[in-house]
């Protein structure tokens, strides 16, 4: 008879970082933010804390503004090509 895999319940308490300097985030408080793999997110120490943020970009607040620019400028490919 074959067993049945279970999911593994999160244990209750904090999580920890990992030897990789990883830390797990729990799926529902994804969700509930609407978070996926890869979304990038800024990492920053705000007065002794650890801040998690979604990542907004310097393009945000203006791409859309002008008339042509979106058709005419592959502006993901702009993004990466600065990094």
């Known amino acids: ?13 904090p999580a920890r970082i990992s030897s990789k300097n990883q830390v797990t ?6 969700r509930r933010l609407g ?4 979304d990038p997110v800024d990492i920053e120490e705000d007065d002794g804390h650890i ?12 791409v859309g503004t ?7 400028v592959d502006v993901e490919a702009e993004r990466d090509a600065w990094s």
């Open 25 to 30: 985030l729990p799926a529902a408080v994804l």
């Open 51 to 62: 801040v998690i943020r979604r990542h907004r970009s310097r393009f945000d607040g203006v």
């Open 35 to 38: 978070l996926h793999p890869g």
């Open 1 to 13: 008879m074959e067993h049945e895999r279970r999911p593994r319940a999160r244990r209750p308490g």
């Open 66 to 72: 002008l008339p042509g620019f979106t058709e005419a």
